[in-house]
């Protein structure tokens, strides 16, 4: 009977998550391609850097190293998760024991590390709710991000307790004929010594923290905290080049090319792109999706911008934020009439040009980013679609173009000048 | 008026001489008023150290790099395939430059559109003639002075160069202090991403500001920067705090030749 109840569970869980993917699959396709190089081993080496080594957390040591503890603890006890529902599904208890002395480091280190992730995300909770932080405020964090991010947080404390308290359990019922062990666990399972309902309890917590799960892993794809699925993909799609490299737009150069060649009245022969730059959601590339999906709002960017910090508009947080929102906006439309206009774009009605022109591409929000989000290109791309469509260019810097274009010098300098230096 | 002797491409050429390097100067090199002093140390340090070189002059030209983050990708491509052009024309090799704007768009974003060259930024450079004894130190002009380097955003986070700049520094005899965000949390200048061309948005304060601040707060009494946009910022910021007397802003190769009494 619970093995049924169990299968039904965990079936709904799956048709929920499928649902979830599906719906996320439309939207990705509404984007330009991924961009992919083919640098698997490269991109390999990144990922177990900045992914599972958390390097880049660890710019910050002290809170870093506890979310580094967190993940880590994460990695651990999911392969506890995927015990419990082999267990489930086959009504077994323990299935993994087989693994002997493999089993006990799984087991020890599961244990202690939710004693760890539970005071870790303990402490990330109080600090959100009790100490004032800049980076945890912002224009972009409404009432409902920062309840996003609390009720996340509070799943995971129960999902730890609900944890120590079936190994506990599960201590107290089978004794030394459990397998595994459990150094946190057990000392509290000696402390309680004994209990008349520990299968009761046992049982009550066991369900109680697959159905956290469960419920967790369908709560996130809808919440910031999405990371937890996202992070590692992100990281490992993320960009490899130096920084401050932007890539050129090869749909100008082709245009470039035809000028050039004197034939700038021939018309290209293949489809003109529909758009230069960005100016909505169909736009952006899966790349820049996937960023904003990653984005936890921890807003290690915006607190090391520039332009953030002397009080311009500008916050690189609220560039993927405001991504993902329109997604949700404007995607389901899209995706049943491709044609689908509601008369507002992500530049405009969710980002301001000045906010786009407040960015002196200083990279280090992009620096600073834990999961290698990439800020300042989308906002490079989003200008071009000022310029290249619009021609909205700040009039110093249609200025600033003339002078290029006419004197091969951002200034109005004669290049007849150009070895004046040499004297003095 | 004086005049250093710099060597130009076309008349290197034309004598039959194949430079090895290119000193691409850069707009700011070649107009800014206080930049041109770098230029001219730079070029200084090139002749001391009998350096295989030659300039563009009258035919070198923007990069492109402030139109291509003013988001002008149109008009950055276009003088991209001109400054190729000449570059093959000549055949350059390896490039010299003193920009960091002008390295980062050469070394990286050139070779997209078809112009692979070696680029080296100056402050690599001066430290490899440091560390071949190429270049020698003759007089210990700023012993007893204090001195920061500021980090241009394209030079390190864009680039990972940070040690280079401090080890040219390391190796005049003046004591170095670092700031509280320095190399990768190093804070902009404010000039990059076209900024230099324009006004900044509303705020509530300047970057340059912010920045000059931080080397305020360091107790130097020189600020070494490599950049030149980095050195119209800093140069307004300490004027703006008033501090022009306790505080100068130097750029690396002024430094070394300084130090090599040039």
Known sequence: ??????????????????????????????????????????????????????????????????????????????????????????????????????????????????????????????????LKIRRFSGVELKPKNKLDANIALSFIILLMVSLIGMNTFDILLHKEALAGTYPISSSLAAWINHHNNTSILFHFFWWLHIVLIFAFANYLPYSKHFHVFMSI????????????????????????????????????????????????IEDITQNNYLDSLTCTQCGRCTEVCPANITGKLLSPRKIFVDVRNRMLEKGPFLNKAPKYDDHKALIGDYISHEELWACTTCNACA??????????????DMRRYLVLEEGQAPEELNVMFANIENNGAPWKFSPEDRLDWTQY | ????????????????????????????????????????????????????????????????????????????????MQVI?????????????TCPHCFNILKNEYPELGGQFEVIHYS??????????????????????????????????????????????????????????????????????????KEAEKGDKEVYMERTEDVLASGADIVATACPFCMTMLSDGIKYANKEEKLVNMDLAELIATNMDL
């Open chain 1, 233 to 280: 993909p992100n990281v490992f799609f993320s960009n490899l080049n130096p920084l401050t490299f932007l890539p050129a737009m090869p749909e100008v150069s082709k245009e470039v090319k035809l000028m050039l060649s004197g034939d700038a009245f021939q018309e290209p022969s293949d489809s003109a792109p529909s758009r230069f730059g960005v100016k909505d």
């Open chain 1, 1 to 130: 009977m619970e093995q049924i109840i169990f299968a039904c569970t965990f079936l709904i869980t799956l048709i929920l998550l499928g649902f979830t993917f599906m719906r996320l699959r439309a939207f990705f396709k509404l984007c330009k391609p991924l961009k992919y190089d083919g640098k698997l081993k490269e991109r390999l080496s990144l990922t177990a850097r900045v992914a599972f080594g958390q390097t880049k957390i660890l710019r910050k040591p002290i809170i870093g190293f506890l979310h580094a503890l967190v993940f880590w603890g994460f990695l651990v006890i999911t392969i506890g998760s995927i015990e419990m529902v082999i267990d489930g599904l086959f009504g077994l208890n323990r299935s993994l024991a087989f693994s002997g002395i493999g089993y006990d480091i799984i087991t020890a280190s599961g244990d202690i590390f939710s004693l760890i992730v539970l005071l870790g995300v303990f402490i990330f909770l109080l600090r959100r709710l009790f």
């Open chain 1, 367 to 380: 620096q600073e980013c834990p999961l290698n989000i990439s800020h300042p290109n989308l906002i490079m």
């Open chain 2, 1 to 80: 008026m004086p005049q250093i002797d710099v060597p130009v491409m076309a008349d290197e050429i034309s004598k039959g001489q194949q430079p090895e390097y290119l000193y691409w100067v850069g707009c700011a090199g070649a107009f800014d008023k206080r930049y041109q002093k770098v230029s001219r140390s730079f070029a200084k340090i090139l002749n001391e150290t009998k350096v295989s070189y030659a300039v563009l002059g009258k035919e070198e030209t923007c990069t492109g790099d402030p139109a291509k983050r003013a988001g002008n990708e149109m008009l950055f491509q276009m003088q991209a």
């Open chain 2, 85 to 97: 052009e000449t570059l093959k024309t000549y055949d350059v090799k390896k490039i010299l430059c």
């Open chain 2, 124 to 197: 690599t450079f001066l430290q490899s003639l440091l560390d071949t004894g190429t270049i020698q130190i003759k007089k210990e002009v700023f012993k007893n002075k204090r001195i920061t380097f500021h980090d241009p955003c394209y030079l390190g986070r864009g680039n990972g160069i940070y040690d280079a700049p401090r080890k040219v520094i390391d190796a005049i005899d003046i004591d170095y202090t670092e700031m509280k965000r320095a190399k990768s949390f190093s804070l902009c200048c404010g000039a990059g991403g076209a900024q230099m061309f």
